[in-house]
């Protein structure tokens, strides 16, 4: 079975960045994602890389956020540059057979049933 631990989270001023990471323990070879929820507002999903290395985004943050994963290492990465207020968010990782389109999906809309989920970690963006 597999487990996703989050780290990287923290505090930042608008304009800034921060770089999460998913360690994961064992398999690693499944679709990931980063996925995030702001208090009171709906799931979202934030980036996806599929297995063979397409990554997709939403426009909310496309060209501020990048996707990336380390095989050999077990882990997948969220690079957030240019930070503002609105990403301040829970933010977790997932892991699923899925493609991507389906993954999203599957983790907003469809409730949240993906094969695995981390934990979570804070985001906090201030002016």
């Known amino acids: 079975q597999v487990q996703l631990a989050e780290s990287g989270g923290g505090s930042v001023q608008a304009g800034g960045s921060l770089r999460l990471s998913c360690a994961a323990s064992?398999?690693?070879?499944?679709?990931m994602a980063w996925f995030r929820q702001a208090p009171g507002q709906e799931r979202e999903g934030v980036a996806c890389?599929?297995?063979?290395?397409?990554?997709s985004y939403p426009s909310s943050v496309k060209g501020r956020f990048t996707i990336s994963k380390d095989n050999a290492k077990k882990a997948l990465y969220l690079q957030m540059n240019s930070l503002e207020v609105e990403d301040t968010a829970m933010y977790y990782c997932?892991?699923?057979?899925?493609?991507?389109?389906?993954?999203?999906?599957?983790?907003?809309?469809?409730?949240?049933?993906?094969?695995?989920w981390g934990q979570g970690t804070l985001v906090t963006v201030s002016l």
């Open positions: 064992g398999y690693i070879g499944f679709t």
């Open positions: 997932a892991a699923d057979h899925r493609i991507c389109e389906q993954m999203v999906v599957a983790g907003t809309v469809g409730g949240g049933r993906l094969a695995v």
């Open positions: 890389i599929d297995t063979d290395g397409s990554t």
